[in-house]
């Protein structure tokens, strides 16, 4: 008998969906997933094996619940390069910023409620409002992508969301959230009905601008929502955290599985700290790179988003998805967001850039021709 999802009595929301996931080829350039394109270096890697055989001794146990240790490090991180106190009461941290979000939408969210986005911005949120059973709605954007301030307060006051995402820099624009905006945004939330404010911090080691770390202050209903997957190099550790007002941090843990964080991912991600000033000097590199990707682009004649993340959105073709056949025909890969008119490429190594930058003066030429 051939089954398919559609026969099985999944949830009506999920009918006719598709899983969330970039093609995964193999081409001799990726710039498709917004990965770190660096190794971790060898004294990490060493120091991971070190954390990790001693957590391995105890296996035979349970994890710590409440990784205490692995949250003291994380507030010490984010009180050193943002400059704002952060302690260990006021962060969460979970499997990946995915998880992070999924245990504040079940906390926030569920049947009943909503939660309200403003996209073209990360799918994630909307696919996990959806497995939450929060109701989403698409919040407006200016032709620029930028946040439409005065469309959105008058969304926010109209839909009265339970959930309000600001992703900052955005994903797949690339584009900052101002400071004075997401407080614009949590005032409209808290005049709606108590709202809790999430801000998607996941790209902010790449942004030309700081952390949104000190508007906590006085905003018990905000939440910073971050990642060691990006700048931090380590995707395939699935490490994410949050920092916001103990209250938020006390009210997660009613959602989260009991033992979620395995004594494994603990021991490295613990490692991968205490090397936070290399992994830090990798991230400048990209930096240089992002913006050398955002010249050269602007160069060769095509229209670029400004980016403050390790990526770039270019365009504007006619059919994007023909352009991203083409550059992959020339060996390189990059990601078709479903965003009309646009790509959207990760900053790589020098030779990855390069290659990139090579296949679309070549195709650039092409059409020109």
């Known amino acids: 008998m051939n089954t398919r999802i559609d026969d099985l009595p999944v949830r009506d929301e999920l009918r006719g969906k598709s899983p969330y996931g970039a093609p995964q080829l193999d081409v001799p350039v990726r710039l498709n997933t917004n990965e770190?394109?660096?190794?971790?270096?060898?004294?990490?890697?060493?120091?991971?094996?070190?954390?990790?055989?001693?957590?391995?001794r105890h296996l035979n146990r349970y994890p710590d619940r409440d990784a205490v240790e692995l949250r003291?490090?994380?507030?010490?991180?984010?009180?050193r390069t943002s400059g704002y106190e952060v302690a260990l009461?006021?962060?969460?941290?979970?499997?990946?910023?995915?998880?992070?979000?999924?245990?504040?939408?079940?906390?926030?969210g569920g049947p009943g409620r909503t939660a309200i986005g403003f996209e073209p911005s990360y799918s994630m949120h909307a696919l996990i409002a959806r497995g939450t059973g929060t109701g989403w709605?698409?919040?407006?954007?200016?032709?620029d992508f930028t946040i439409d301030l005065a469309a959105a307060r008058r969304a926010i006051a109209?839909?009265?969301?339970?959930?309000?995402?600001?992703?900052t820099p955005n994903n797949p624009t690339g584009t900052a959230v101002p400071p004075e905006t997401v407080v614009a945004l949590y005032e409209?939330?808290?005049a709606a009905k108590p709202s809790i404010v999430i801000a998607d911090e996941a790209y902010i080691e790449f942004s030309h601008g700081d952390s949104l770390l000190p508007l906590l202050q006085g905003r018990p209903h905000l939440v910073i929502s971050r990642t060691m997957s990006k700048a931090f190099g380590a995707a395939g550790l699935r490490l994410g955290y949050l920092a916001a007002h103990p209250a938020v941090v006390d009210a997660v843990q009613l959602v989260r599985l009991p033992y979620h964080l395995s004594a494994v991912t603990q021991a490295t991600a613990l490692a991968a700290l205490e090397h936070t000033d290399t992994l830090l000097g990798y991230v400048e590199q990209l930096k240089a790179e992002r913006d050398r990707l955002v010249a050269e682009l602007r160069a060769i004649g095509y229209e670029v988003t400004a980016s403050d993340a390790n990526f770039?959105?270019?365009?504007?073709?006619?059919d994007a998805h023909e352009v991203w056949q083409k550059i992959l025909d020339r060996g390189v890969l990059v990601r078709d967001n479903g965003v009309p008119g646009w790509l959207r490429v990760t900053a790589g190594t020098p030779e990855e850039n390069d290659a990139f930058l090579d296949a679309v003066r070549e195709l650039k030429k092409e059409q020109s021709a």
């Open 312 to 318: 770039v959105q270019f365009g504007r073709f006619a």
């Open 72 to 79: 003291t490090r994380l507030a010490e991180y984010l009180t």
């Open 137 to 143: 709605i698409s919040g407006p954007r200016n032709d």
């Open 188 to 190: 409209a939330a808290q």
């Open 36 to 56: 770190n394109p660096y190794p971790l270096p060898e004294p990490l890697v060493e120091r991971i094996a070190e954390r990790v055989r001693e957590a391995a």
């Open 158 to 167: 109209e839909q009265q969301p339970d959930v309000v995402f600001i992703t």
């Open 89 to 108: 009461a006021n962060v969460w941290a979970a499997n990946g910023s995915n998880e992070v979000i999924q245990q504040l939408l079940q906390t926030f």
